[in-house]
């Protein structure tokens, strides 16, 4: 998906007469951080703006939740899933790929997962990659059910259960990595801010190491495809729809 592929211009989906002009994040460019007015999640780069002539920006939108389509099919979801502009009645719910807070725009499925829970997705999870597949390393399926540690918080699944990516290569060298995770450590501590690309990614293979116990034996090739992986599912988690092309990788997105 590329950016030159958006409307230039759109009515945001939930203001009435306010009008969205897409504003692209050139490569090279410092990528400016916002807040998602949709989503009310962060994110960076490419975005919508409101245009208000002579006057600062007042809003911003991930593309995601700016062109977030009515209703949704999800590879992971059974049934339809209908866009909602609102967060649920109560402010109760966590979207279902990143467990974060659902406190805006969020895809929200009629039919109960086994745990008896109406699946909800922010727009920008519904559109992570259903298989990532990383140039002369491993392919990633996401997964909604897995029976085995995660990589990064060694949490197992059953009773803790945000979405995951599982590679496809033989049982037994498998790696799991939890969305919620791979947001954690590209979030945590020492991150942000200052630093290259290449410090960037030894802090995340020194997160990676930190957090994978000593029995699961991270292969530094290993973590070498986790980081490019890590970068690519936090940039399509913050909004960016460039990231798919700028890391070599192949990926399968769910259709609209
Ligand atoms: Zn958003
Ligand atoms: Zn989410
Ligand atoms: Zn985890």
């Known amino acids: 998906m ?62 995601s939740c700016a062109l977030a389509t009515p209703t949704l099919q999800h590879a992971l979801v059974k049934g339809t899933m209908e866009l909602r502009h609102e967060a649920p009645a109560g402010g109760a719910g966590v979207c279902s790929a990143c467990f974060e807070t ?6 929200y499925g009629s039919r109960k997962t086994g745990k008896g829970e109406h699946p909800k997705l922010h727009p920008c999870c519904a559109r992570l ?45 498998r790696v799991y990595l939890h969305v919620k995770c791979i947001r954690e450590i590209m979030e945590s501590p020492g991150g942000g801010g200052g630093g290259g690309a290449g410090d960037e990614d030894d802090r995340v293979v020194a997160r990676l190491l930190e957090r994978a116990d000593q029995s699961s034996k991270l292969e530094r090739r290993v973590c070498k495809i986790l980081v490019i992986l ?3 599912v936090v940039r399509m988690l913050i909004g960016d729809p460039t990231a798919l092309l700028t890391e070599g990788v192949s990926a399968i997105v769910s259709p609209w």
């Open 129 to 173: 990659p259903v298989s990532i597949a990383v140039q002369g390393g491993l392919t990633f399926e996401l997964r909604a059910e897995v029976s085995h540690r995660c990589t990064g918080c060694r949490a197992i699944e059953w009773y803790y259960r945000p979405w995951c990516y599982r590679s496809t290569n033989s049982p037994d060298h």
């Open 230 to 232: 890590v970068r690519v």
């Open 2 to 63: 590329e950016s030159s592929s958006f409307p230039a211009e759109i009515i945001h989906p939930a203001r009435l007469g306010c009008m969205l002009r897409l504003v692209e994040h050139r490569t090279g460019d410092a990528a400016v951080a916002f807040q998602c007015d949709g989503c009310m999640l962060p994110g960076e780069g490419t975005r919508y703006t409101s245009v208000v002539d002579n006057h600062p920006t007042h809003l911003a939108l991930h593309t």
């Open 102 to 107: 659902v406190r805006g725009f969020h895809y």
